[in-house]
């Protein structure tokens, strides 16, 4: 059964600061992993999705980076704003074509002005 | 167009109340997904839907009835819920996987649903 894990479970910055966030899971045998950012009471954004055979995908000030053999994968935002304060899960989706998706319990980022 | 649409936004009902919740998409996703999600927990998949067949039901109980009448629509019928059941339910829907597909997963805003 795949677990899904994210470090830290809060976070506060300030504003400008670079930050990386975590996210661990147990099976390699993953189809994609995608980041999420929702705020509350909010549904679900996707920021960025990478697929098993890639390493890495940014978007904007945003980059995802993906280690399989090692079950990680770091969401990094450069020069925070207080507009990034929001609560950010990363999903791991297993190998199989029925779509199952696991979540991690997230990290919730506070951006100080 | 990269929206899924789920109506209503918010939901009061009492115990013995008969309720819908409608999910739609137009990205020609032939995967839709329910899942319910408690205030400062992550989403828990209920049901996956795959070119209009039910592919997983995460043991959820009869008092949740899924529904996907075509391709872009996905119903989750409620009848005698509990207070407990009060959650957000967020739709989902993506390409299957396999070759080409990404399988990226896009959600809805959400039904807020309030049992009393």
């Known amino acids: 059964k795949q677990e899904v894990t994210q470090i830290p479970a809060a976070l506060s910055v300030p504003e400008g600061e670079n930050l990386v966030l975590n996210c661990s899971f147990t099976?390699?045998?993953?189809?994609?992993l995608q980041w999420f950012r929702q705020d509350p009471g909010k549904g679900l954004t996707s920021l960025l999705l990478i697929q098993s055979s890639q390493r890495e995908q940014t978007s904007g000030r945003l980059n995802a980076s993906l280690d399989k053999s090692s079950g990680r994968s770091t969401l990094y935002i450069a020069a925070s704003q207080p507009g990034d304060s929001a609560t950010y899960l990363c999903?791991?989706?297993?190998?199989?074509?029925?779509?199952?998706?696991?979540f991690g319990d997230g990290t919730t980022l506070t951006v100080k002005p | 167009d990269t929206e899924v649409t789920q109506t209503p936004k918010h939901l009061v009902m009492g115990m013995t109340n008969k309720k819908s919740l409608k999910c739609e998409q137009h990205m020609g996703h032939r995967a839709m997904y329910w899942y319910k999600q408690k205030a400062k927990k992550p989403p828990e998949l209920m049901f996956v839907?795959?070119?209009?067949?039910?592919?997983i039901n995460e043991s959820v109980p009869s008092r949740f009835s899924p529904e996907c009448p075509n391709s872009s629509l996905l119903n989750l019928h409620l009848h005698a819920l509990q207070p407990e059941d009060s959650a957000l339910y967020l739709c989902?829907?993506?390409?299957?996987?396999?070759?080409?597909?990404?399988?990226?997963?896009?959600f809805g805003e959400g039904s807020r649903l309030t049992v009393l």
């Open positions: 839907y795959s070119y209009e067949k039910l592919s």
């Open positions: 989902a829907s993506s390409q299957r996987g396999g070759k080409g597909n990404t399988g990226e997963l896009f």
């Open positions: 099976d390699s045998a993953i189809y994609n």
């Open positions: 999903a791991v989706r297993g190998n199989t074509n029925a779509g199952k998706s696991t």
